[in-house]
């Protein structure tokens, strides 16, 4: 994974084969300097790529970020304070953490930002659990571990004194393997209990096909649909087609759905071939695939008709006559009584021009979970 920067926090989100049932806990925590406006130290959990804890060193407070997260208290008391308490010292190590990376860089002042992600995948088909941890600075990987040799892997020089003081660190590896494996499922079951009716729903999408312009690439487009773990792809004659697609990214909707689309060229497709080539969406938990015909007559485009602008130039046109001859009728009236008045004083009223109405506008993670880790570079 290239980057941990702070986009990661909201769309770090992984495509999964829509045949799987994975389900994923992850934990994205950043620290920054010289950052305006941003809070020091920022974190936050997401299950299936839903955000359902937050602390920043402003609140400095652990927070559920979904109604269901109010339920974890009725099996745990203190949940909400043990966390807090633990992503306090959290805070402060991570400070301290920038300060030893900037040394080892050489750096002083302007902005740094250091991030450590961690978590687990958990197939509730197969049982099989994959975890992950690993830390960044400035945009580039710095140092994670691998769990299949329990040694941490330094692929920057500035790392490599840090990876030796935690290779020997036997019980601090033993630790980070226990949670990774046996923990972390664990708490992902726990939250996909207590908000099954939004985590495990199944929420069909709505499928359009956009095009741009006559020579843009047709946009299978799909929009409204849960879970994120999908497929779509375009077909030739009924055959999964690769040549000329670009495939997008899943990215998060405003309200906690997801959307895809898959990018076709057909600049070289005669018009008459069009009809051969359908798109296809696959959703986790949907039985039956979306398939959408390459219809030219049902393609979205930015385009106007020229035939389509007809009726609206001859609205404009007559409009404009009436508010000419309107112009005029005023201008004839004001000539006539100014003529029957005569040198008599006018009396005038002030209106405001524009017309205007003015109008103000009132302009994680529970101690158990948590890798219980402070663990300072130097």
């Not at 900037?102 to 992600?117: A, E, L, Y």
């Not at 975890?131 to 330094?154: P, R």
């Not at 692929?155 to 036997?170: S, Y």
């Amino acid at each position: 994974m290239k980057t941990l920067v702070v986009a990661v926090l909201l769309l770090g989100l992984m495509v999964q084969d829509a045949s799987a049932a994975t389900h994923s806990l992850k934990y994205f925590y950043t620290a920054s300097s010289g950052v305006p406006n941003f809070p020091e130290f920022v974190t936050v959990g997401l299950v299936d790529g839903v955000e359902m804890v937050h602390y920043d060193s402003n609140t400095k407070r652990a927070e559920p970020k979904q109604d269901w997260m109010s339920r974890v208290t009725e099996d745990d008391p203190q949940y909400w304070q043990r966390n807090t308490d633990g992503l306090v010292g959290h805070q402060q190590a991570f400070k301290a953490n920038i300060e030893v990376a900037k040394q080892r860089f050489n750096q002083t002042g302007g902005v740094h930002i250091f991030q450590r992600m961690y978590g687990c995948e958990w197939d509730d088909e197969t049982g099989e659990v994959n975890g992950f941890m690993q830390y960044g600075y400035d945009g580039e990987d710095f140092i994670s571990f691998d769990l299949k040799t329990e040694t941490w892997i330094a692929p920057k020089q500035q790392a490599v004194i840090t990876k030796h003081k935690w290779d020997n660190n036997k019980a601090g590896i033993a630790q980070y393997k226990h949670y990774l494996t046996q923990e972390c499922p664990e708490w992902v079951k726990k939250y996909l209990n207590y908000g099954r009716s939004s985590l495990l729903r199944t929420d069909r999408p709505s499928v359009s096909l956009l095009q741009k312009s006559p020579s843009s690439p047709v946009s299978c487009h799909a929009t409204g649909f849960y879970p994120d773990r999908a497929m779509m792809f375009w077909r030739k004659d009924g055959e999964e087609h690769h040549e000329d697609v670009d495939v997008g990214e899943t990215l998060p909707s405003h309200d906690g759905s997801f959307q895809m689309s898959v990018d076709l060229d057909l600049s070289s497709v005669p018009a008459e071939d069009w009809r051969r080539y359908d798109c296809v969406f696959q959703l986790s938990g949907m039985k039956d695939d979306i398939v959408t015909k390459l219809d030219i007559a049902k393609i979205r485009t930015n385009r106007e008709k020229p035939t389509d602008m007809t009726t609206p130039i001859i609205a404009a046109v007559v409009v404009l006559a009436l508010v000419l001859l309107a112009v005029i009728g005023v201008l004839v009236y004001r000539k006539k009584k100014a003529d029957k008045t005569q040198n008599k004083p006018a009396n005038y009223r002030t209106v405001p021009l524009n017309g205007s109405d003015t109008s103000s506008g009132s302009s994680p993670n529970g101690s158990n979970e948590v890798v219980n880790s402070s663990t300072p570079l130097s």
